[in-house]
């Protein structure tokens, strides 16, 4: 069963630039969770989809933060305009469904703003 | 509101020597519990969860953990330390409130010494 894909692996942008995250989340699963990790710190979660629908993104920073997850399967997470406190790894995790409890995590982006 | 907390953000254990993770919570209704493994540049690995069943939980990689509500713990053992087990363990909650979203802790980087 392939895993959680993310992509880039590693972003280097200056601040004030824009970056957009891609996340295919594992074929069926209904749940996506963008998580942000600063360095020394655990996941944080940004925002929660159940299939198309936003659950939870009451830590999303909505003024530079936008994240969207079409027809229910692939997701993007963007960031516009970047700040160098955004420097972070962002992981995507999904699971079967919010009753399923078990999330599964892609590798993540590793953000570098300078 | 929940909230985790990890004592020690470094442990060092000798190979061979017991490993002792700890994990203290902090949940309005009874929880669920998670131990994640990160390894450098990847993703979150489930180690092992507790869902309301069985005190003593049982996970790869011969790691266990004990669920104990008097003192709100959950902490994460391993009998025999290997020098594969080094990496960053995470401790997670979350509650049957709807969301089932995780609270993670800020992780115990574990280093095993020869």
């Known amino acids: 069963e392939a895993g959680v894909a993310q992509s880039p692996r590693y972003k280097i942008i200056e601040k004030r630039q824009s970056v957009a995250f891609w996340c295919n989340p594992i074929s069926g699963h209904a749940t996506l969770y963008w998580y942000q990790q600063i360095l020394g710190q655990g996941p944080k979660l940004l925002i929660q989809?159940?299939?198309?629908?936003?659950?939870?993104d009451s830590q999303l920073p909505k003024d530079r933060f936008s994240a969207e997850r079409l027809k229910g399967v692939d997701s993007t997470l963007k960031i516009q305009p970047a700040k160098l406190e955004d420097s972070a790894v962002y992981l995507c995790?999904?699971?079967?469904?919010?009753?399923?409890?078990?999330?599964?995590f892609g590798p993540g982006t590793r953000l570098t703003v300078t | 509101a929940q909230s985790v907390t990890q004592l020690g953000s470094h442990v060092s254990v000798s190979e061979g020597a017991l490993v002792l993770l700890r994990c203290n919570y902090s949940?309005?209704?009874?929880?669920?519990l998670f131990w994640y493994v990160q390894y450098p540049n990847q993703g979150l690995q489930l180690l092992l969860k507790y869902t309301s069943a069985a005190t003593l939980v049982k996970g790869i990689n011969g790691f266990e953990a004990e669920f104990k509500k008097s003192e709100t713990s959950f902490h994460l053992t391993k009998p025999s330390a290997h020098m594969s087990d080094a990496a960053e363990y995470f401790c997670a909650v979350s509650e049957d409130s709807g969301t089932y979203k995780y609270i993670f802790g800020t992780g115990t980087r574990l280093k095993v010494l020869a």
């Open positions: 995790a999904s699971s079967v469904g919010t009753l399923t409890y078990e999330q599964y």
């Open positions: 949940s309005s209704v009874p929880p669920y």
């Open positions: 989809f159940q299939n198309n629908g936003v659950v939870d």
